[in-house]
């Protein structure tokens, strides 16, 4: 069965770093790629950047690129976002999804999401 | 960047009904758009990609049209697990991707 695992929930104070993983089954992360996207409660979703499980080739939203770094551990078959010097505007529930292996693919299924709350 | 617009933003439709739910890119994105449904408390889930293709386990009642920078979904005979809101999403191969706002479709 493929499934996308994420990590469980994380509070965090501004200024402060997080790693939110991501932990695939099913199927062979190097065959593959991942999409990260946010949503701020009640809001839509946002695209924060994209990592190729093969090359490890990534792209950045752009306001976002100083502070975020994708990865994927072909040997752990798991992604991760670091998003770092976080402030209130961070907080949202953080997906990951599958994409094609090159830029430019469709979200083929998501993880069930991590909630990252920023606050003092 | 390419500007994703949906309309309207609210739907209230009775069940038994057709809808049609319209996206708009800023810029051609030929067929590199995606829908998704989201209820709520859960992930997104993938409906149609390529414009018009339905994804693995859709029903028939969901269909994609549309291609360059004019798209539409449309849901016929709304069942009562229809009612979500729906994104829209450009996947060229030039980054951004992109979302939509969304639609919100509720009961009438």
């Known amino acids: 069965q493929v499934r996308l695992v994420q990590s469980e929930a994380e509070v965090k104070t501004p200024g402060a770093s997080v790693k939110v993983s991501c932990k695939a089954s099913g199927f062979t992360l190097s065959l593959f790629g991942f999409s990260w996207v946010r949503q701020a409660p009640g809001q839509g979703l946002e695209w924060v950047g994209w990592?190729?499980?093969?090359?490890?080739?990534?792209h950045y939203a752009q306001h976002l690129q100083d502070r975020v770094t994708l990865t994927a551990d072909t040997s752990t078959n798991t992604a991760h976002l670091e998003l770092r010097a976080l402030t209130s505007d961070d907080t949202a529930v953080y997906y990951c999804?599958?994409?094609?292996?090159?830029?430019?693919?469709?979200?083929?299924?998501w993880g069930q999401g991590t909630l990252l709350v920023v606050s003092s | 960047e390419i500007v994703m617009t949906q309309s309207p933003a609210t739907l209230s439709v009775s069940p038994g009904k057709t809808v049609t739910l319209s996206c708009r890119a800023s810029h051609s994105v030929a067929s590199s758009l995606a829908w998704y449904q989201q209820k709520p408390g859960q992930a997104p889930r993938l409906l149609i990609y390529?414009?018009?293709i339905r994804a693995t386990g859709i029903p028939p009642r969901f269909s994609g049209y549309g291609s360059g920078t004019e798209f539409s979904l449309t849901i016929s005979s709304l069942q009562s697990e229809d009612f979500a809101v729906y994104y829209c999403q450009q996947y060229t191969n030039w980054p951004p991707y992109t979302f939509g706002q969304g639609t919100k479709l509720e009961i009438k």
């Open positions: 990592v190729s499980g093969n090359s490890g080739n990534t």
């Open positions: 999804a599958r994409v094609g292996a090159d830029f430019g693919d469709y979200i083929h299924f």
């Open positions: 390529g414009a018009s």
